[in-house]
C-alpha cells in the first residue's frame, strides 16, 4: 500500500494568512493526488485533482502543486470558512489511501 | 445535481453483516464514466477506502477488509450495496457513498455519510 504522511497534523492561524499543507507519498505516485475539505458532520468535498488542478466553483485561493512523492496545497489568504480538516488522497493505485489529515484551526 | 444518499442500520452487532445501500439520483449508475465508491470513518478519525464498483459489476476492494467485503450494484433501482460481514466494534464509523470519476480519478459527489454502530 501506499503511505501518504501529512504535514502539520494540526495548524493555527489567523484570518488573511497564507497557509500550506504538505503530503508525501511512500513511493512515486506522479500526479495521482487530490485534496479534499471535509467540515464538521459533513461529506469531504474535492478542492484539487491530479495535483493541481482546480475543481470548479472551487475559490482560486487553493492552489495545489507538487509531482512524485511531494505534494503541497496551499491557501493564499484564508477566509473563515477554510477552517477545517484537509485530506490528501493518492489515486495511482489500489487501495486507494488518505492522509491522515491536517486539522486548520482558528488562531 | 447528482446526489447521493445511504441508508441502512444504524446499529449491528458484532459478528453479524452492516448493510447499507446508496441511491443515487440525476446520474444513471450504468454510465461507463465512474466508479461507485464506499468510504468509512471511525469516530474521530481519517477516512479509509473501502473499494468500488464499475462497468455494472466490476469491483476493486481493500485487501484489509476484502475477505469480508462486497459491494454490488442494482442498475434497475439506480443503487449500489455495501455489505460487511463478521463486523467489530473496529467497523464503528460514518460510512459514505462515493461518485469517482473514472477520467481525473477523485470523488466527485458524496453522500452526507450515516453512521454504523457495532455494538450488543
Known amino acids: 500500500d501506499i503511505q501518504m504522511t501529512q504535514s502539520p497534523s494540526s495548524l493555527s492561524a489567523s484570518i488573511g494568512d497564507r497557509v500550506t499543507i504538505t503530503c508525501r507519498a511512500s513511493?512515486?505516485?506522479?500526479?495521482?493526488l487530490n485534496w479534499y475539505q471535509q467540515k464538521p458532520g459533513k461529506a469531504p468535498q474535492v478542492l484539487i485533482y491530479?495535483?493541481?488542478s482546480l475543481e470548479s466553483g472551487v475559490p482560486s485561493r487553493f492552489s495545489g502543486s507538487g509531482s512524485g512523492t511531494d505534494f503541497t496545497l496551499t491557501i493564499s489568504s484564508l477566509q473563515p470558512e477554510d477552517f477545517a480538516t484537509y485530506y490528501c488522497q493518492q489515486s495511482y493505485s489500489t487501495p486507494l489511501t488518505f492522509g491522515q489529515g491536517t486539522k486548520l484551526e482558528i488562531k | 445535481q447528482v446526489q447521493l444518499q445511504e441508508s441502512g442500520p444504524g446499529l449491528v452487532k458484532p459478528s453479524q453483516t452492516l448493510s447499507l445501500t446508496c441511491t443515487v439520483s440525476g446520474s444513471s449508475i450504468s454510465s461507463g464514466n465512474y466508479y461507485w465508491s464506499w468510504i468509512r470513518q471511525p469516530p474521530g478519525k481519517g477516512l479509509e477506502w473501502i473499494g468500488y464498483?464499475?462497468?455494472?459489476?466490476?469491483?476493486s476492494y481493500n485487501p484489509s477488509l476484502k475477505s469480508r467485503v462486497a459491494i454490488s450494484v442494482d442498475t434497475s433501482e439506480n443503487q449500489f450495496s455495501l455489505k460487511l460481514t463478521s463486523v467489530t466494534a473496529a467497523d464503528t464509523a460514518v460510512y459514505f457513498c462515493?461518485?469517482?470519476?473514472?477520467?481525473?480519478?477523485?470523488?466527485?459527489?458524496w453522500g452526507q455519510g450515516t453512521l454504523v454502530t457495532v455494538s450488543s
Open positions: 491530479a495535483a493541481s
Open positions: 462515493a461518485r469517482r470519476s473514472r477520467q481525473h480519478y477523485y470523488d466527485v459527489d
Open positions: 464498483i464499475y462497468d455494472s459489476g466490476s469491483t
Open positions: 513511493q512515486s505516485i506522479s500526479s495521482y
